[in-house]
């Protein structure tokens, strides 16, 4: 037993994880992180200070990898496990919670509704243009008034003739004025529906929200419509209840459970890097105590939130995954990430607050992811209901 | 036009290689990647038969391990592997070497064979142009640009004070340089049909190809220490100094 020689742990992959993947799921992994290092990381800062994102050109390249809608099986998607796309989550949003707000949005809030619920015909008329990146999606849930609570939507939709005529403003809405389709979903007198409406229908506009301090790489828009009109075979034919948004949402949540790890690996390792570089006292940082006990903290919540994911990646891709998981690692992954950033921050000390560094970026998108998708409070909520059976929410 | 790329795994170049004792053999690693110049071959293989719709077969000589590198390259849009895999070729020098990729290349058939210039743990430098010598066809070597043609092949050679245009007939064996190609990110649809490719394995005995007489290794040093470079101070002649520095090592 004593020759038995162990190398010293990876900073970077402290538990070995990469060893629970399989070869497949870590080319997958690679091919992202690659194609992140080298085309978003060097240019996300700037897209970020600018607010612009060259959004054709992206969904160009990430229609190139496959990775617009990758866990969709036919219709010119890859059809990789569940696994596999949390793990591209988890690469994109090492480059930018932005970024991968892009992919999430197009392949579980608009293709995964047209997939799940859509007929043939629309099937065939959105996916492989979308899966190609050619055309771009959103998705219209949240009001102005109505966000945790969206069953309170006032966005409606009523028959007239053959058509169908939508009314209603959406709010917070990602890819919004760069979107060539919208998945908006209303009130009818049959249930919640949703309709894919074009963007370029009459009575559609979509201006985009300015001023923001988070996800600036990212483009958040309003939706408006006014008398939107559509033909019923724009109706998903799957679905007429909540059910409908909420598989979506339920989706999305999943990819951020692993993608709010992906921003906090990259404050990790940008603050392990800066503490062994940076020299005060004649030593580096990283030599302090009180440094090393941040660097522990961020390394040990980086790897159990990393591990947390592949565990729901692994029941999901079993069929096993219950909402309630879903919420636990969007709950306790998202704020986890923030607590890094943040810590991560104060290690950078004043270059922490530049956008030289991708901290501080990091740190201000994660505020939005703590909150998109179903806040942390209400993440708190579901766990709550299934482990006492009793509903808080009202 | 059917290309055969000659690819090969090595240890991942972040991590420390280790040789044997005695021997001073490279140990491989289960794990191995396909070598960084080969990305560039298999690209160069692609794009010369993406127009016609010939085949790219890779072709690898070595331990095949989990045989990860190999499946990167079909990951790329490579069509089929041969493996040759034999204990007997453990330690084998640049010749042996040639003649088995030979051996294996001479089962297909092919308008271009290609290969890197030189492994990334090897270094040699001499394989492909001792493949062509026993496949008795031209070698065009260090390319940074190809173009087939109806029967023939066009390259720049590079060279130190620029490129050789250099034409020959086909069937043709080229060496590429880094950055021939921008090689592409293997797709996800690439990776995932790469599992279902076909991998021929081969062993010396199916091929009949025979070792060259053996090469051994006698001993390994340590390349030197860089040592600190000079440093000229500008006391407003640093610019004499510079010149002249140039001027002795003959670079103006």
């Known amino acids: 037993m004593s020759d038995i020689s162990f190398e010293r742990p990876d900073p970077r992959d402290f538990l070995d ?4 993947l399989s070869e497949e799921e870590i080319m997958l992994r690679d091919a992202v992180r690659t194609y992140v290092r080298k085309e978003i990381v060097p240019n996300v800062g700037d897209w970020w200070e600018e607010g612009e994102l060259p959004s054709d050109a992206l969904a160009k390249a990430f229609g190139d990898i496959g990775l617009l809608g990758m866990h969709l ?11 596999a796309y949390g793990l591209a989550c988890l690469e994109l949003e090492a480059g930018d919670s932005g970024i991968r707000s892009f992919v999430s949005v197009q392949g579980s809030l608009v293709m995964f509704p047209i997939w799940k619920f859509g007929s043939e015909e629309q099937k065939e008329t959105w996916l492989p243009r979308m899966a190609k990146g050619e055309v771009i999606g959103c998705f219209g849930l949240t009001e102005p008034d109505s966000g945790s609570d969206p069953a309170s939507m006032r966005t409606n939709a009523s028959r007239d003739g053959g058509d169908w005529l939508i009314n209603g403003t959406k709010m917070w809405i990602t890819n919004g004025s760069i979107a060539d389709v919208a998945v908006v979903w209303a009130r009818t007198d049959e ?11 009459p009575g559609f506009s979509a201006p985009e929200i300015k001023k923001k301090a988070s996800l600036r790489a ?8 006014e008398d939107v009109r559509v033909p019923d075979d724009f109706v998903l034919p799957g679905v007429s209840s909540m059910r409908g948004p909420l598989s979506c949402l339920n989706e999305a949540r999943f990819g951020i459970a692993f993608g709010a790890i992906g921003a906090a690996r990259a404050c990790y390792e940008s603050a392990l890097d800066y503490s062994i570089e940076r020299h005060q006292f004649d030593r580096p940082i990283a030599s302090f105590q009180l440094t090393q006990k941040k660097l522990v903290e961020m390394m040990v919540a980086v790897q159990r939130g990393t591990l947390l994911a ?4 692994r029941r999901k891709d079993d069929g096993k995954l219950t909402p309630e998981q879903v919420s636990f690692g969007k709950f306790d992954n998202v704020r986890n990430a923030l607590e890094v950033a943040r810590t991560a921050r104060s290690i950078l000390g004043a270059n922490g607050i530049t956008l030289e560094y991708p901290v501080f970026r990091h740190m201000a998108n994660l505020e939005t992811v703590y909150t998109y998708e179903g806040t942390n409070e209400i993440h708190s909520l579901v766990m709550g209901q299934a482990i006492t059976g009793l509903n808080a929410f009202t | 036009m059917n290309v055969i790329v000659c690819v090969k795994q090595i240890p991942d170049p972040a991590t420390p290689y280790r040789l044997e004792e005695g021997t001073n053999w490279l140990i491989r690693p289960e794990e191995q990647i396909l070598d960084d110049t080969d990305r560039y071959g298999v690209e160069m293989g692609l794009q010369l038969v993406e127009p016609s719709g010939g085949t790219v077969t890779v072709v690898s000589m070595g331990p095949a391990g989990s045989g990860q590198g190999i499946r990167q390259a079909l990951a790329m849009g490579a069509d089929d592997a041969i493996l040759i895999e034999d204990t007997s070729l453990r330690g084998s020098d640049a010749l042996t070497t040639a003649r088995v990729l030979a051996a294996a290349v001479g089962r297909r058939e092919f308008g271009l064979v290609i290969a890197g210039t030189e492994s990334t743990d090897g270094y040699s430098g001499v394989v492909p ?9 031209p070698a065009l070597t260090y390319a940074t640009k190809v173009e087939v043609d109806e029967g023939s092949v066009t390259i720049h050679r590079q060279t130190v004070a620029g490129y050789d245009v250099v034409t020959s007939s086909l069937p043709a064996v080229v060496s590429v340089t880094a950055g021939v190609v921008e090689p592409r990110y293997p797709t996800f649809k690439g990776i995932m049909d790469a599992k279902k490719k076909s991998i021929e394995t081969l062993s010396m005995g199916d091929l009949g190809a025979e070792r060259a007489p053996e090469q051994l290794v006698l001993s390994i040093v340590d390349a030197a220490e860089r040592t600190a470079g000079r440093k000229i101070e500008d006391d407003g002649d640093a610019h004499e100094a510079i010149v002249a520095l140039l001027a002795e090592r003959k670079v103006i």
């Open chain 1, 17 to 20: 994880i990469d060893s629970l």
């Open chain 1, 191 to 201: 249930g919640v529906r949703g309709f894919i409406v074009p963007t370029d229908t």
């Open chain 2, 129 to 137: 142009q001792m493949l062509a010598e026993i496949l008795d066809v």
């Open chain 1, 310 to 313: 592949l565990h729901l990646g």
């Open chain 1, 218 to 225: 990212s483009v958040t828009s309003e939706l408006i419509l």
């Open chain 1, 73 to 83: 099986e036919g219709y010119g998607c890859a059809g990789t496990s569940a696994t």
